[in-house]
């Protein structure tokens, strides 16, 4: 099966490491390649991978609102989240997102339940949208964003709000919560290594960190006020694995979780 990734850039995606690996677990020939595709250019460089024969890709930062726009068809997680990481190339191209997925797996695999507790997600982008899609789809009483940008972090609970009733959205200056989601780029590779939590803020239960690959500074804070802390690799495995099931058929729970581990250990190696 031949897929790939678009994005700009793409030289530091491990990607290609994760499905290779796929292939071999499964035992199925996967020929993945990462293309770099300037933003503007996502509708040319499409048709040329379904020209090439491509099943699908995944799409990454910073073309997820652009291949959002390009779909022809939206799954719901799509509509929801308001981006597109997965496309699949059927008749028309097909928009998916695996962010919330890929966090409830993760959330799951560490024990961390939102059922009836507050959550907090630091960010109000596509991954933060996607963490609160998450946690409300697992039954967060409360989720609240804490964003430089007030007026985003409004927005995106407003437009969660009204698809989770029953979970009472707010933005605003960090809260005292059960649960944190670290969604911004601090701590990822060219930007600072810092904690978006203010130090008068008490300590969570659990806390999870988008960012995989690195001991950020907001993995070791949340760590030194109590919280049991997971990092972004079992999302991105998780991620990774529910792409695939969007491209080729389920592979069920408990293969998904067995396969989820030999990947998050490719991660951190």
Known sequence: ??????????????SPRLFARLSRELGRPIAYAAVAAE???????????????????????????????????LTSAARAVGAVN??????????????????RDALARARVSARGRAALVFGAGGAARAAG??????????????????????????ELAALFPR???SAGAPARADVWVQATPLGMKGF?????????????????????????AFQRDAAARGARVSDGAPMLAFQALRAWEFWDAPLGAHKRAALAETLIEEIRR
């Open 1 to 14: 099966m031949k897929l790939g990734l678009f994005g700009f850039p793409v030289g530091h995606s491990r």
């Open 39 to 73: 933003p503007g250019t996502l509708a040319q460089v499409v048709e040329g991978a379904r020209a090439a024969g491509w099943r699908g890709a995944n799409v990454t930062v910073p073309l997820k609102l652009e291949a959002l726009g390009l779909a022809g068809r």
């Open 86 to 103: 997965v496309l699949r190339f059927d008749r028309v191209v097909v928009g998916h997102n695996t962010d919330g997925e890929g966090l």
């Open 133 to 158: 899609w998450a946690l409300a789809k697992d039954g967060a009483r409360t989720v609240r964003f804490a964003s430089r940008t007030l007026s985003r972090a409004r927005k995106t609970a407003r």
């Open 167 to 169: 979970t009472r959205f």
């Open 192 to 216: 600072a290594d810092e904690t978006p939590a203010p130090p008068s803020l008490p300590g969570p239960e659990a806390a999870v960190d988008l960012v995989y690959g690195r001991l950020t």
